[in-house]
């Protein structure tokens, strides 16, 4: 087992580069099984969830290699499998995002039932109800799933939440239709506006991402060039880093992000009495002063996300005053709290809402983390907490976060691995 140890006390500062959008290239890499050449995909962060996504795809026959630091070359072969192995699915849950390539190019995917997680249920009938509506047959049984259709026909969907993942597996499956999908109520990360792109540039017809309406003209068959192409900066990535700032009372600058993209954490910071300074493709961080207390409601984008708010929490369980946080996306994405109590925090979770009583200082302790959320909150805490600590569950972070011990430390963090002799 590895674990991070922290010691607390140590202001961050200085500038920190930011990977790729681990959120946005999973995705790619799934889409790239629907083209007819090869893919060449940049800025891809060396993490766990893409070593698992090289997996999925070599699965299914499609070659894949490291072109160059960062850079991933996919060519997918024409007769793809169809199911990807159980225990990757089990493994990494993004691997859904398969069925919809699939679906189009293969007519046909089986795929091990994806399980619930730490966060909360997660379920994927969104996702099946709209392959249903594109005319595919769904069958679960025996713990697998398995959707065929002789012919995919366009379709007006309305998705009952704007589920990240439903949206971009409709959209794959729609690429090559008969006819015209209407996805309402989509999801607008900018993740879509990126398969929009991708697909995009594989022929695909595909209009409105980034809205809550998107249309997919289905084509034939897709455009058999090479493409080559770069995925945005992992905004989650970058909030934390905004975050482990402000906890830590320290000043970053951030470079080559969206600043757009974190708009709802920057509003939320400068709220708390953080300076934001937003510029063209950076932003600059600086917490000086103990943080105001602040409400927040995470809502799908873009609302205040999700992936930022066991961070945001933690960092508000030392403001000045009560805050009350309300997740309205996961149903469990409270259970680190009890881990940050050991520290000292003084949260008390009410069903979807947490009422945060800011106290002055944490004291380290030995905590674990459920899920990779958590686990980059527990970090927060040790670098503002007095005295040592350490987290169990390094593997997490490392499934999301590329480097993050590495770059913590370049900001002045004490902060090392420890491989515990235990297993
Ligand atoms: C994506 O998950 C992200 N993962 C998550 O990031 C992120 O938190 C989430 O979107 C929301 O932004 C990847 O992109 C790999 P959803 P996804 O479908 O697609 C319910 C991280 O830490 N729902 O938008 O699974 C679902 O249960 C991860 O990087 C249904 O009920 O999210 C949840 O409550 C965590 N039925 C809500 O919608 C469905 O068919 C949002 O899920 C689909 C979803």
Known sequence: MERLEIEGGYPLQGEVPISGAKNAVLKLMAASLLAENECIIRNVPLIKDVLTMIEVLRSLGAEVSWADHAVLRIVPKKDLGYSAPDELVREMRASVQV????????????????????????PIDLHLKGFQSLGAKVVEEHGYIYVQADKLRGADIHLDFPSVGATENIMAAAILAEGVTVIRNAAKEPEIIEE?????????????????MIRIEGVKALRSIPIDYTVIPDRIEAGTFMLATAISKGEIRLKEIIPEHLESLTAKLKEAGVEVEVKEESIRVKAGKRLRAVDVTVLP???????????????????????????????????????????????????????????PCFTGASVVAPDLRAAAAMVLAGLAAKGKTTVEGVDLLDRGYEKFEEKLASLGARIKRLVTDEE
Request: aromatic share 8%; proline share 5%.
């Open 301 to 359: 984008y873009p609302g205040f996300p999700t992936d930022l708010q066991p961070q945001m929490t933690a960092t508000l369980a030392l403001a000045e005053g009560t805050s009350l946080l309300t997740e309205n996306v996961f149903s469990g994405r409270f259970r680190y709290v009890d881990e940050l109590v050991r520290m000292g925090a003084n949260i008390r979770v009410e069903g979807r809402s947490a009422v945060v009583k800011g106290v």
């Open 99 to 122: 069925m919809g390539p699939l679906l189009s190019r293969m007519r046909k995917v089986k795929l091990f039932q994806p399980g619930g997680c730490v966060i909360g249920q997660r």
């Open 196 to 212: 929009q792109n991708f697909y995009n540039r594989l022929g695909a017809h595909i209009r409105g991402a980034g809205t809550d």
